[in-house]
Nanobody, 119 residues
Framework: QVQLVESGGGSVQPGGSLRLSCAAS????????MGWYRQAPGKERELIAD???????????SVKGRFTISRDNARDSAKDTVNLEMNSLKPEDTAVYYC?????????WGQGTQVTVSS
């Protein structure tokens, strides 16, 4: 089992920045990919960015160049953490953001954190 605890999020004006973090604990050695998804009201959940254990990153076109994903998974650490630095935020970035960890066989989700971009 893997447990995910998200932090960060909140409200910001357009053009502002926020940072999300997600700490995984438990069987972290099984995690291959960690990432962030978001779901806006009335829309499907979508992939924003993910990163493999080796550091390969993938971004959706809607956030490329504005968001940066990073991961801290030191071999001797009891935690695996993924961060999402969000810059130049737009009102359309408003959504609940979810952390996901995938092991190939299982997937785990965080509880979600609200990001609101509004003037």
């Amino acid at each position: 089992q893997v447990q995910l605890v998200e932090s960060g999020g909140g409200s910001v004006q357009p053009g502002g920045s926020l940072r999300l973090s997600c700490a995984a604990s438990g069987r972290i050695s099984s995690i291959l990919v960690m990432g962030w998804y978001r779901q806006a009201p009335g829309k499907e959940r979508e992939l924003i960015a993910d990163i493999t254990r080796g550091g390969t990153q993938r971004y959706s076109d809607s956030v490329k160049g504005r968001f940066t994903i990073s991961r801290d998974n030191a071999r001797d650490s009891a935690k695996d953490t993924v961060n999402l630095e969000m810059n130049s935020l737009k009102p359309e970035d408003t959504a609940v953001y979810y952390c996901r960890a995938g092991s190939g066989q299982y997937e785990y989700w965080g509880q979600g954190t609200q990001v609101t971009v509004s003037s």
